[in-house]
């Protein structure tokens, strides 16, 4: 795994694992393993041996137990989780479904050292930092908490702290994580088939970011930048002076969720404008901008009901698309509004992983029949987000696995239609696509990105026509010396010859332990008066031995054809 959270403390890790032990054993290590084989095992015990194993636990039980035990091993495990779920391609939908569930809520850290990280990282006193400072915070999670304040000008903010002493046990948990999925990946072929390194070291990634302040204010600066053009989208002011990796200051909005609609309903607050305003922001973000919130639930985002703007928190964990992924994503969804199955292959094609062999025809045919699926729907009726999920499981069975960036641009879209059915049940999320699919057109004719583009074109086509003469010459003097040569790989040949090579050595053993054979039975028929005394038991003990190396050679055929590797 790549090293991205520090140096490893062998011991700190020790005792980290011991703890995680201590809840996988509560939990029962029977949920890292397959049911059906735990099912398997403890039949044959029961049968065989008579013990008394008692009732197995119901599968339908399992996610759930699967959640608990990550929200008692701690935020690290709490975070994968919530990952996790955004992974139609890895997990079942049920699975998804209650991995979904997960919070980070946890008991605040006491006010003493809240008001010791603060002083310690803006290096002053908090009277002299704040006209006024809650010591109640008014939320809390595993990574920080937040607490009220007010600037000496009068400026209301709210003031992040980090949990003193999460950096550390973040970094035995990632270095334990990235243990087992190391493991995982090689031993498995479903670690394999989905890179399961890969994810954890993303994840890692994440948590890195997440675990320093300054990341999260540069991300809501950026995002508030994106957001100027949408009036009725707001992104809270980060005060810098007080901001470090530990502690982050932000203005202070009011508002309530944005699920809350009894509060918005009695503010006057139109729900169907406030839905459509949320779902084309998520959409610009994703598209056009290639930034985009990757966790827009509810609790991170507000409306302001003084004047109905959207408020979005929490920019710890944003999402980046760069132009080629947007690109391509917008094509895959245009093609899905449009019904247009062999575009939606071909943008899945060109930006999604193959694990294995795809067989395209097949690939498009299963595509075709999920789209007619929805041929008959009305608008109001389709779910992007339903019709996402599932496009996602046909690409995944077809050895098709998207990059974690695209995976969580799905995942925030699904979210934020989730979210927009809840303010107006009758949104018309395809008509609103189509909308956006014109804006993403003329986007991509306007003249100034086509200009752009031609001059990366031009800068690439005079780099090559500078460095080709030299290639060429370089080329020509190795086929003139002799020193030319050229690799030619072919997937699967290296698997090819290697079997080859040991249906050689199996033929070549045969033709030699049927010649002992043969050579010894002949030995065995000579008579001791005609020839040594010895010869005949040589015949007997060759005829033994290459009759038992024989058998042995036909065994291992034999399992070879019937468990091929």
Not at 93 to 122: G, H, M, Y
Not at 454 to 477: G, H, S, V
Not at 488 to 510: D, S, W
């Amino acid at each position: 795994m790549m090293n991205i959270m520090g140096p490893k403390n062998p011991i700190r890790n020790l005792q980290r694992w011991q703890q995680v032990q201590s809840v996988l054993l509560r939990y029962g290590f029977d949920i890292l393993i397959e049911n059906n084989e735990v099912k398997e095992v403890r039949r044959f015990l029961k049968d065989k041996f008579y013990l008394p194993l008692g009732k197995f636990d119901d599968e339908r039980n399992m996610p759930e137990k699967v959640r608990l035990m990550l929200q008692e091993l701690g935020p690290t495990y709490v975070k994968l989780g919530q990952m996790l779920s955004s992974r139609n391609d890895l997990l079942p939908e049920d699975w998804v479904a209650e991995l979904s569930k997960l919070q980070d809520n946890v008991l605040p850290f006491s006010e003493d050292k809240a008001k010791e990280v603060i002083t310690r990282e803006l290096k002053a006193p908090l009277d002299q930092l704040f006209m006024w400072f809650d010591s109640q915070p008014i939320a809390a999670a595993s990574i920080g908490q937040v607490h009220q304040a007010m600037l000496p000008d009068g400026q209301p903010v709210v003031v992040k702290v980090q949990r003193p002493g999460i950096v550390p046990q973040v970094k035995s948990d990632m270095e334990i994580i990235g243990m087992v999925a190391q493991i995982v990946e090689e031993r498995t072929a479903w670690g394999k088939r989905f890179g399961v390194m890969g994810i954890v070291n993303e994840f890692a990634r994440n948590m890195h970011d997440e675990l320093d302040y300054t990341n999260e204010g540069r991300n809501a600066q950026q995002f508030r930048r994106n957001m100027a053009s949408i009036p009725k989208v707001y992104v809270p002011f980060i005060h810098w002076q007080l901001v470090t990796p530990h502690v982050l200051t932000m203005e202070r909005i009011r508002g309530v969720k944005i699920n809350n609609l009894e509060a918005i309903d009695q503010a006057g607050i139109n729900r169907k404008k406030l839905a459509d305003t949320f779902v084309r922001s998520m959409f610009k973000q994703i598209l056009i901008d290639g930034f985009f919130h990757a966790d827009p639930h509810p609790g991170n985002v507000f409306v302001n009901l003084e004047n109905g703007k959207l408020v979005f928190l929490d920019l710890g964990m944003m999402g980046l698309l760069v132009e080629e992924q947007q690109t391509e994503l917008g094509n895959l969804i245009l093609a899905i509004q449009q019904r247009n199955a062999e575009e939606v292959v071909r943008a899945a094609l060109s930006f999604g992983t193959a694990f294995g062999p795809i067989d395209q025809l097949t690939l498009r045919r299963d595509v075709t029949r999920l789209l007619n699926r929805y041929l008959t729907a009305s608008l109001s009726e389709i779910s992007i987000s339903q019709l996402l999920k599932e496009m996602l499981t046909v690409l995944a069975e077809h050895n098709l696995r998207l990059t974690h960036e695209l995976t969580m641009a799905l995942k925030a879209l699904v979210q934020a239609e989730e979210i927009a059915r809840t303010l107006d049940p009758e949104i018309q999320i395809i008509e609103i696509i189509r909308s956006l699919g014109q804006q993403l057109i003329w986007q991509r004719l306007n003249p100034r990105l086509l200009l752009m583009r031609l001059a990366r074109d031009a800068q690439d086509i005079t780099r090559l026509a500078y460095a080709l003469p030299k290639l060429t010459e370089q080329l020509l003097k190795q086929a003139k010396d002799g020193e030319l040569s050229i690799r030619l790989e072919i997937p699967g040949m290296p698997k090819q010859i290697e079997h080859f090579y040991v249906i050689a050595n199996r033929l070549t053993a045969g033709i030699v332990l049927a010649g002992m054979a043969i050579g010894s039975a002949i030995a065995m028929a000579v008579s001791p008066q005609y020839s040594w005394s010895f010869i005949p038991i040589i015949g007997v003990i060759g005829f033994i031995v290459s009759i038992s190396i024989g058998s042995a050679l036909v065994w291992r055929v034999l399992m070879d054809s019937w468990w091929p590797k």
